[in-house]
């Protein structure tokens, strides 16, 4: 079965809001995101990014509203939707006093990764940390540390990457080359929904724009181009930093 026959959308949700007490994060948020696109997610500090990138990965339990991913509902179905998603957080999710290697087999365990071995090798290839397998996390760099999270999230193949910041702690190299991992990912029609700061990443990588602000969601199109003016996909480089 196709990604895309799994539902109308990799990512869906309809009316969800979150507080915090008095503080209403969330209000009555809509959000849709289709199969093979990198959708992009912009808001000032505080406008909720964090708060609905954890609900969407099943981190966080909205106030009300659903949320749907590749067409299950989270709610009803929240352990096999959370499988079908990778995510890359503030929060590293990784064990410090294990090496890199052996975070990645836990994982792999978890998520009943087939060939774990192959893929393991595959994935710290993919975000070059081959030659710092064995060490232990908390000796890494927060470059490194990231890298490793996001070989941490794409180890099972989600269908979807949801990524909060990704491209924090790493250098410039490994922002490009974590674009190229994003692009090559959706062209196999895998989705990524990802929150950054920075105009220029997403003038470079988005197919489509969200932008949170008071609580709510306007979609753009991005930047007044069409995905047809991305930049080309180009064979993933090792991501550095």
Same mark, same amino acid.
């Given at each position: ?16 809001? $979150?507080?915090?007490? &008095? =503080? +209403? ?51 009803? +179905?929240?352990?096999?939707?959370? @499988? ?24 792999? $365990? ?21 030659? =710092? ?5 908390? @000796? ?5 540390? $990231? ?24 250098? /410039? ?14 062209? +196999?029609?895998? /989705?990524?929904?990802?929150? @950054? ?15 949170? &602000? ?28």
């Amino acid at each position: 079965m196709s990604h895309a026959s799994a539902g109308s959308s990799a990512i869906s949700a309809v009316g969800l809001r $979150k507080d915090y007490g &008095d =503080r +209403s994060v969330l209000r009555g948020v809509d959000v849709a995101v289709a199969w093979g696109q990198i959708a992009v997610l912009f808001g000032a500090n505080g406008a909720g990014k964090t708060t609905l990138l954890r609900i969407l990965a099943g981190l966080s339990r909205p106030d009300a509203g659903e949320s749907h991913i590749a067409g299950l509902r989270m709610r009803r +179905s929240g352990g096999r939707a959370r @499988t079908l998603v990778g995510f890359v957080g503030h929060q590293t999710l990784l064990y410090s006093d294990l090496t890199c290697r052996e975070n990645l087999a836990f994982y792999a $365990k978890l998520y009943g990764v087939d060939h774990p071995q192959a893929r393991i090798e595959s994935v710290l290839e993919q975000v070059a940390l081959v030659d =710092r397998a064995d060490r232990r996390v908390r @000796t890494l760099s927060h470059g490194m540390q $990231k890298r490793l999270s996001v070989a941490r999230a794409i180890l099972h193949e989600p269908a979807v990457l949801l990524l909060d910041e990704p491209e924090s702690g790493l250098d /410039t190299d490994s922002v490009a080359s974590l674009g190229d991992l994003l692009r090559d990912w959706t062209s +196999s029609g895998k /989705t990524a929904l990802l929150t @950054t700061h920075s105009l220029e990443i997403g003038q470079a990588w988005a197919d489509s724009v969200l932008t949170l &602000d008071r609580g709510r969601l306007a979609v753009e199109t991005p930047f007044g181009c069409s995905a047809d003016a991305a930049p080309a996909k180009s064979n993933p480089s090792p991501v550095h930093g």
